[in-house]
């Protein structure tokens, strides 16, 4: 354990899975696990968290769930992003580099 | 939004599947995890330990889960209802008077509706409503009913028809009897006259054949029928090769080009069948422009309105009645929709209103006993609020339980009350049969689509009004004051039985201003049956017969068909004596206009007019009118004989003053005397009223019929035994005669007497019905109210009695406590009440307001009723026995 892991910050849990899921369509377990593979370990995603979120997002209509094989054979729940999760992701993406830029700036300039 | 609540509504309806799937998803993980810790070189067990303490708690992720899907709303509100079930079922007694109560206010509600429905809201059946206008003529005369809907003549027809350019068609139509004869019994059916272009205007096409073409508005090209689908199914059997048969109508034959659809029915122009229409020479001489029988039709232009082609056919009959003085001067023209035209009936119009109000304050006083009902047992189920709140269930929570059981209901009572109301119109259409028109208004009550929405939201409507109180009573009081109050059998605080209080004052409020209403309209219908009617009118069986055929024009032939029917009828066994007349008592004669010897002649329009019959010889002697002075017609008075005349007595009193009228000699303007011929007056009789609901005595003319023939003819036999049991005998009188002819309106007198109210009686027993259902309602409520102090003070009671209290004391306070209630409630209502008697008035055109003795007995029943709803349950007090009432609880 070479870095010392964060919890997320409130709402960004739901942009991570998005972010993940505009690559491919992928089982929760696999999100958790590529989320902290992307982020070399720094974010710990809250397991029991992740499956509420993913529900949240079904019902807005922004991922959609469908049964699959998982690579070991195994049937599993895969969620793919929809055409307004797509819009969605966008939209969360841009909000969130402007947010960082202005905390960025905040920080340099005090 | 409504895709989120499909996603909800879809996750509680797979609840099953959803679960499993959630289950399986998470197991999944978990195992992924596992193996991922084992692949790092953990034992299995610690593996399965690192996952799971990694993932936190499964059970709180999945209550996230269901969360997160919006289960819990939808979830709820099922635990709700099927709690609500559970509770209701537990008490089926108070579940079952609930319901009843709350179905029997909303059939009353659907049922009355579905009369408005039929009335006032449902749009005619033909194409675009809104489009097809009634033209008729406005009658200048100041006393002339409904003067801006009076039938057209023929010549102001064709001249709208030429000069108008608002229509894209106008079309004429006679509305008349025809006569049906061949094969089957004759048979008198209500038809019209009508112009080619009437269906078209309509809208609406034969369902089979076709309509009119517009040669066949010619003379001797006029023989086609079209046929009403009822009348098809009903005397031809729905004979399909009928097209192109001939039939007799009136005695002639007429060849069958169409049938219509069976939803085209307009009740207020209501006919069986349909032929030509043709005007003949006589139709189109100027001086028939005053003969005003015609019912016009049109359809707007594309662009044009209701508005704007009234103005333009006011316009053209200002030009006509400049043209034409002696026949249009002053009279108008006007335009309304079929829909407006047919409810401008004001009356019908009125009386549907105050029914539909006397039923709406009916479902508020259900409404009140629930509310009431609802609060007892709120705190009979104190205990369980208590306890329920105690274990973490909010106020809201608990208040919205309540509500739900209140819609439970309202729902179950809806239900009830739609098959209720099924049953409540067939029951009420029957009523409508006082004559042919209401009988037509009859088919149109009937409960469909829009009356069942109605019943829909009324039920929402009453869930949400009585469930309010006793929910917001809920959702105030907190989980300490429960404990507090009523733990053990104490009173209940306060607060609710001033609410309780104050609903039963508010129901006795409203039942004595609905039994005064009831009382106004029943007080003037006993009055009228009260009164004397002039004559016997038990055991009288009467008849018409109207014989259509060119061969009846004759008067020579009216005469010979009338005095042979008579014959036969004298002859039948069973009856006593037999008469025919032109017209019946309370069948709303028709009037002549007369001059009196002796006064100076007066401008044609000043005559005096007043009703006449022209009667057979036996007429005094079988309907048992007082012959006061002079003789009764014998068969030697003729047209052949100097002209005779009896007139009654109120006729002797206004045009002879005390002089003897027997001797004198009067002239009747019927329209084939117009020669000078004097009558001499021969008797006086009694008077005999015209119509139910007549205050006056009007004066009466009598003429022989042997003198005055017609082809209307009533025939009134005086039986020995029940007269409907003659029925047969008399129709086969008829046809003894001739078989071809219709014998139509087979009454009794006493029917026709209670015929002649049109409908006033019916009201009067509505109103009276509903004011009845109120009172029982509102006693139940008293009674209920009551009962509970006297239930929840038991202890008390009986701590009085064993304190030495008198029993009868006991008695006195209950039932004091109870009359107060009741006294404020009565107070309220005949405050109210004042009022009422003006506004019916002011209502109905023809309503006479006697006294107002009528507002009396109201109270007084409402005053009795609430003390008999006091006694039961103070008796019941008196009789507690203080060992048992310490014992209690």
């Given at each position: 354990m070479t870095a010392q892991r964060i919890d997320l910050p409130q709402g960004t849990l739901d942009l991570l899975i998005l972010r993940t899921l505009g690559l491919q369509p992928q089982h929760g377990w696999a999100i958790s696990e590529r989320i902290q593979q992307i982020s070399s370990d720094v974010l710990r995603v809250q397991q029991g968290s992740l499956y509420p979120a993913l529900h949240r997002l079904e019902r807005r209509g922004w991922i959609k769930a469908r049964w699959g094989t998982s690579d070991n054979n195994r049937r599993a729940k895969y969620y793919e992003l929809t055409k307004s999760g797509r819009r969605q992701l966008e939209a969360e993406k841009v909000a969130w580099d402007k947010l960082t830029a202005a905390v960025a700036q905040v920080l340099g300039t005090a | 939004m409504l895709r989120d609540l499909w996603f909800r509504v879809r996750a509680l309806l797979r609840r099953r599947s959803v679960e499993t799937e959630l289950d399986e998803e998470l197991r999944f993980?978990?195992?992924?995890?596992?193996?991922?810790?084992?692949?790092?070189?953990?034992?299995?067990?610690?593996?399965?330990?690192?996952?799971?303490?990694?993932?936190?708690?499964?059970?709180?992720a999945k209550e996230e889960c269901r969360d997160a899907r919006g289960l819990r709303l939808l979830e709820n509100l099922f635990q709700d209802v099927r709690y609500g079930m559970r509770v209701l079922r537990k008490s089926p007694g108070f579940t079952t008077v609930a319901i009843l109560t709350l179905a029997l206010g909303i059939a009353a509600n659907t049922t009355i509706f579905s009369v408005v429905?039929?009335?006032?809201?449902?749009?005619?059946?033909?194409?675009?409503?809104?489009?097809?206008?009634?033209?008729?003529?406005?009658?200048?005369?100041?006393?002339?009913?409904?003067?801006?809907?009076?039938?057209?003549?023929?010549?102001?027809?064709?001249?709208?028809?030429?000069?108008?350019?608002?229509?894209?068609?106008?079309?004429?139509?006679?509305?008349?009897?025809?006569?049906?004869?061949?094969?089957?019994?004759?048979?008198?059916?209500?038809?019209?006259?009508?112009?080619?272009?009437?269906?078209?205007?309509?809208?609406?096409?034969?369902?089979?054949?076709?309509?009119?073409?517009?040669?066949?508005?010619?003379?001797?090209?006029?023989?086609?029928?079209?046929?009403?689908d009822e009348l098809w199914k009903e005397r031809f059997g729905g004979d399909s090769q009928i097209l192109g048969r001939l039939i007799k109508v009136n005695g002639q034959n007429y060849n069958v080009v169409g049938i219509m659809p069976g939803t085209f029915h307009l009740w207020d122009f209501e006919a069986q069948l349909w032929v030509p229409l043709t005007f003949s020479s006589d139709d189109l001489r100027p001086r028939s422009r005053s003969s005003r029988l015609l019912r016009v039709f049109?359809?707007?232009?594309?662009?044009?309105?209701?508005?704007?082609?009234?103005?333009?056919?006011?316009?053209?009959?200002?030009?006509?009645?400049?043209?034409?003085?002696?026949?249009?001067?002053?009279?108008?023209?006007?335009?309304?929709?079929?829909?407006?035209?047919?409810?401008?009936?004001?009356?019908?119009?009125?009386?549907?209103?105050?029914?539909?109000?006397?039923?709406?304050?009916?479902?508020?006083?259900?409404?009140?006993?629930?509310?009431?009902?609802?609060?007892?047992?709120?705190?009979?189920?104190?205990?369980?609020?208590?306890?329920?709140?105690?274990?973490?269930?909010?106020?809201?929570?608990?208040?919205?339980?309540?509500?739900?059981?209140?819609?439970?209901?309202?729902?179950?009572?809806?239900?009830?009350?739609?098959?209720?109301?099924?049953?409540?119109?067939?029951?009420?259409?029957?009523?409508?049969?006082?004559?042919?028109?209401?009988?037509?208004?009859?088919?149109?009550v009937y409960v469909d689509g829009r009356a069942l929405f109605f019943t829909l939201a009324v039920s929402l409507g009453a869930g949400i009004l009585f469930g309010l109180v006793p929910t917001i009573q809920i959702a105030r009081r907190s989980a300490s004051d429960g404990l507090k109050e009523g733990g053990r059998g104490t009173t209940a605080g306060p607060e609710r039985q001033r609410l309780q209080r104050m609903l039963v004052v508010g129901q006795l409020a409203l039942s004595l201003f609905l039994l005064v209403g009831a009382g106004l309209f029943v007080?003037?219908?006993?009055?009228?049956?009260?009164?004397?009617?002039?004559?016997?009118?038990?055991?009288?069986?009467?008849?018409?017969?109207?014989?259509?055929?060119?061969?009846y024009l004759d008067s020579q032939r009216q005469r010979q068909f009338f005095e042979n029917v008579l014959q036969h009828l004298t002859n039948l066994p069973g009856v006593q004596s037999a008469a025919g007349a032109t017209d019946l008592p309370y069948n709303f004669p028709g009037d002549v206009s007369f001059t009196v010897e002796g006064h100076p002649g007066t401008k044609p329009d000043d005559q005096p007019k007043c009703a006449w019959f022209a009667v057979s010889p036996g007429y005094l002697e079988t309907l048992q009118v007082p012959l006061l002075q002079g003789r009764e017609f014998t068969p030697s008075d003729t047209a052949d004989v100097p002209p005779v005349a009896i007139v009654n007595k109120a006729f002797a009193k206004s045009f002879f003053g005390g002089e003897n009228p027997i001797g004198r000699h009067i002239r009747l303007d019927l329209d084939d005397h117009k020669e000078n011929s004097w009558s001499e007056v021969v008797g006086i009789v009694g008077n005999v009223k015209e119509f139910l609901g007549q205050v006056k005595p009007r004066p009466q003319i009598f003429v022989p019929f042997a003198a005055?023939?017609?082809?209307?003819?009533?025939?009134?036999?005086?039986?020995?035994?029940?007269?409907?049991?003659?029925?047969?005998?008399?129709?086969?009188?008829?046809?003894?005669?001739?078989?071809?002819?219709a014998v139509t309106e087979i009454r009794t007198m006493d029917r026709v007497i209670e015929d002649s109210?049109?409908?006033?009686?019916?009201?009067?027993?509505?109103?009276?019905?509903?004011?009845?259902?109120?009172?029982?309602?509102?006693?139940?409520?008293?009674?209920?109210?009551?009962?509970?102090?006297?239930?929840?003070?038991?202890?008390?009671?009986?701590?009085?009695?064993?304190?030495?209290?008198?029993?009868?004391?006991?008695?006195?306070?209950?039932?004091?406590?109870?009359?107060?209630?009741?006294?404020?409630?009565?107070?309220?209502?005949?405050?109210?009440?004042l009022a009422l008697p003006k506004l019916v008035a002011a209502s109905f055109d023809n309503f006479r307001f006697h006294s107002l003795w009528v507002l009396a007995p109201a109270p007084i029943v409402v005053l009795t009723v609430g003390l008999a709803a006091c006694y039961v349950p103070a008796r019941r007090a008196m009789r507690v026995d203080p060992m048992v009432a310490l014992r209690y609880e």
């Amino acid at each position: 354990m070479t870095a010392q892991r964060i919890d997320l910050p409130q709402g960004t849990l739901d942009l991570l899975i998005l972010r993940t899921l505009g690559l491919q369509p992928q089982h929760g377990w696999a999100i958790s696990e590529r989320i902290q593979q992307i982020s070399s370990d720094v974010l710990r995603v809250q397991q029991g968290s992740l499956y509420p979120a993913l529900h949240r997002l079904e019902r807005r209509g922004w991922i959609k769930a469908r049964w699959g094989t998982s690579d070991n054979n195994r049937r599993a729940k895969y969620y793919e992003l929809t055409k307004s999760g797509r819009r969605q992701l966008e939209a969360e993406k841009v909000a969130w580099d402007k947010l960082t830029a202005a905390v960025a700036q905040v920080l340099g300039t005090a | 939004m409504l895709r989120d609540l499909w996603f909800r509504v879809r996750a509680l309806l797979r609840r099953r599947s959803v679960e499993t799937e959630l289950d399986e998803e998470l197991r999944f993980h978990l195992e992924r995890q596992v193996e991922k810790c084992e692949q790092g070189g953990l034992s299995r067990g610690e593996a399965q330990r690192r996952a799971s303490v990694e993932f936190g708690g499964l059970e709180l992720a999945k209550e996230e889960c269901r969360d997160a899907r919006g289960l819990r709303l939808l979830e709820n509100l099922f635990q709700d209802v099927r709690y609500g079930m559970r509770v209701l079922r537990k008490s089926p007694g108070f579940t079952t008077v609930a319901i009843l109560t709350l179905a029997l206010g909303i059939a009353a509600n659907t049922t009355i509706f579905s009369v408005v429905n039929a009335f006032l809201l449902r749009k005619p059946p033909v194409r675009d409503p809104d489009r097809v206008m009634v033209v008729s003529s406005v009658n200048p005369a100041k006393d002339a009913y409904a003067p801006d809907r009076t039938p057209v003549s023929a010549l102001d027809f064709l001249d709208w028809q030429a000069q108008s350019h608002s229509f894209s068609a106008m079309a004429a139509a006679d509305f008349e009897d025809f006569t049906l004869s061949g094969g089957l019994a004759p048979q008198r059916v209500a038809g019209a006259r009508v112009s080619s272009s009437f269906f078209q205007i309509m809208g609406v096409a034969p369902a089979r054949g076709q309509a009119f073409l517009p040669e066949e508005n010619e003379w001797g090209h006029d023989h086609s029928v079209v046929l009403s689908d009822e009348l098809w199914k009903e005397r031809f059997g729905g004979d399909s090769q009928i097209l192109g048969r001939l039939i007799k109508v009136n005695g002639q034959n007429y060849n069958v080009v169409g049938i219509m659809p069976g939803t085209f029915h307009l009740w207020d122009f209501e006919a069986q069948l349909w032929v030509p229409l043709t005007f003949s020479s006589d139709d189109l001489r100027p001086r028939s422009r005053s003969s005003r029988l015609l019912r016009v039709f049109a359809r707007l232009k594309p662009g044009m309105d209701e508005r704007r082609s009234a103005a333009e056919m006011q316009t053209i009959a200002q030009r006509l009645a400049q043209e034409h003085k002696d026949t249009n001067e002053a009279w108008g023209a006007s335009v309304k929709s079929l829909q407006r035209y047919s409810t401008a009936d004001s009356n019908s119009e009125t009386a549907t209103t105050f029914l539909m109000a006397a039923v709406g304050f009916v479902l508020l006083i259900a409404c009140t006993n629930l509310a009431n009902l609802m609060l007892a047992r709120n705190s009979a189920r104190h205990r369980e609020f208590t306890i329920r709140s105690a274990l973490g269930a909010g106020r809201f929570r608990l208040a919205r339980q309540l509500f739900t059981e209140c819609l439970l209901l309202s729902f179950g009572g809806g239900a009830l009350g739609a098959l209720g109301a099924f049953w409540g119109v067939r029951a009420l259409r029957v009523q409508f049969n006082w004559n042919e028109y209401a009988q037509a208004m009859a088919k149109e009550v009937y409960v469909d689509g829009r009356a069942l929405f109605f019943t829909l939201a009324v039920s929402l409507g009453a869930g949400i009004l009585f469930g309010l109180v006793p929910t917001i009573q809920i959702a105030r009081r907190s989980a300490s004051d429960g404990l507090k109050e009523g733990g053990r059998g104490t009173t209940a605080g306060p607060e609710r039985q001033r609410l309780q209080r104050m609903l039963v004052v508010g129901q006795l409020a409203l039942s004595l201003f609905l039994l005064v209403g009831a009382g106004l309209f029943v007080e003037g219908f006993l009055e009228e049956i009260r009164a004397s009617v002039g004559f016997n009118s038990h055991h009288l069986l009467t008849a018409t017969v109207w014989p259509r055929d060119l061969k009846y024009l004759d008067s020579q032939r009216q005469r010979q068909f009338f005095e042979n029917v008579l014959q036969h009828l004298t002859n039948l066994p069973g009856v006593q004596s037999a008469a025919g007349a032109t017209d019946l008592p309370y069948n709303f004669p028709g009037d002549v206009s007369f001059t009196v010897e002796g006064h100076p002649g007066t401008k044609p329009d000043d005559q005096p007019k007043c009703a006449w019959f022209a009667v057979s010889p036996g007429y005094l002697e079988t309907l048992q009118v007082p012959l006061l002075q002079g003789r009764e017609f014998t068969p030697s008075d003729t047209a052949d004989v100097p002209p005779v005349a009896i007139v009654n007595k109120a006729f002797a009193k206004s045009f002879f003053g005390g002089e003897n009228p027997i001797g004198r000699h009067i002239r009747l303007d019927l329209d084939d005397h117009k020669e000078n011929s004097w009558s001499e007056v021969v008797g006086i009789v009694g008077n005999v009223k015209e119509f139910l609901g007549q205050v006056k005595p009007r004066p009466q003319i009598f003429v022989p019929f042997a003198a005055h023939p017609s082809q209307l003819m009533r025939f009134i036999v005086r039986t020995r035994t029940e007269p409907t049991s003659l029925s047969d005998s008399l129709r086969h009188a008829v046809w003894a005669v001739d078989p071809d002819q219709a014998v139509t309106e087979i009454r009794t007198m006493d029917r026709v007497i209670e015929d002649s109210a049109s409908g006033d009686n019916l009201m009067a027993e509505m109103m009276g019905g509903f004011a009845l259902l109120a009172l029982v309602m509102a006693s139940i409520g008293i009674f209920g109210v009551l009962s509970y102090l006297v239930e929840q003070r038991t202890q008390e009671m009986g701590i009085r009695l064993a304190l030495g209290a008198e029993p009868a004391g006991l008695l006195r306070f209950v039932i004091r406590k109870g009359m107060a209630i009741v006294g404020v409630g009565t107070g309220i209502g005949v405050l109210f009440s004042l009022a009422l008697p003006k506004l019916v008035a002011a209502s109905f055109d023809n309503f006479r307001f006697h006294s107002l003795w009528v507002l009396a007995p109201a109270p007084i029943v409402v005053l009795t009723v609430g003390l008999a709803a006091c006694y039961v349950p103070a008796r019941r007090a008196m009789r507690v026995d203080p060992m048992v009432a310490l014992r209690y609880e």
